[in-house]
T-cell receptor, first 112, second 112 residues
């Protein structure tokens, strides 16, 4: 069955370190998204991509980057982790032309 | 995308119908109403969507008023596993803007 996976599921890192969160989908979806979720803020969009080599900034993109070299993967990189980036991160994907997104199980990141 | 307004919380007895309201009074003619839910510690899950007509699937029914300014998500026989935050989103069709903006949603608690 097609699915969307995230790894690692839990990560503890130190301030200033570079961290990469992986997202892999086997739906063959063109659209992929990264969200973060914090208490009191709900889900907020970080970056998104509508296809290979396409990336776009969301509402909270500062300190994050993504790259899309193939259809299946959209890794999220925190260039220099900060305590404010402690959060739960969700990856999602959708087919071209539709709004129905499939979400991964999430990665809980703690920056000490 | 039109702004949506939902009550912050609701309760429902197990086995009863749960009716979750959403106000989207500024919705435009080409905007769909989408519903997602998020069970604690999981990624959001698509439930249903509609444009003008009422819709039903295996999870829920969506009733949209004739003027399209509000809608109601109906879970016909709520179970304890339906306890979740429910998000109502109004989003336009067409173009390449397929990203979702999640508000605070409604926390539905199903009680035994």
């Amino acid at each position: 069955d097609a699915e969307i996976t995230q790894s690692p599921r839990h990560k503890i890192t130190e301030t200033g370190r570079q961290v990469t969160l992986a997202c892999h989908q086997t739906w063959n979806h063109n659209n992929m998204f990264w969200y973060r979720q914090d208490l009191g803020h709900g889900l907020r969009l970080i970056h998104y991509s509508y296809g290979v080599q396409d990336t776009n900034k969301g509402e909270v993109s500062d300190g994050y980057s993504v790259s899309r070299s193939n259809t299946e993967d959209l890794p999220l990189t925190l260039e220099s982790a900060a305590s404010s980036q402690t959060s739960v991160y969700f990856c999602a994907s959708s087919a071209s032309g539709v709004y129905e997104q499939f979400f991964g199980p999430g990665t809980r990141l703690t920056v000490l | 995308d039109a702004k949506t307004t939902q009550p912050p919380s609701m309760d429902c007895a197990e086995g009863r119908a749960a009716n979750l309201p959403c106000n989207h009074s500024t919705i435009s003619g080409n905007e769909y109403v989408y519903w997602y839910r998020q069970i604690h510690s999981q990624g959001p899950q698509y439930i249903i969507h509609g444009l003008k007509n009422n819709e039903t699937n295996e999870m829920a029914s969506l009733i949209i008023t004739e003027d399209r300014k509000s809608s109601t998500l109906i879970l016909p026989h709520a179970t304890l596993r339906d306890t979740a935050v429910y998000y109502c989103i109004a989003i336009g069709s067409g173009g390449s803007n397929y990203k979702l903006t999640f508000g605070k949603g409604t926390l539905l608690t199903v009680n035994p």
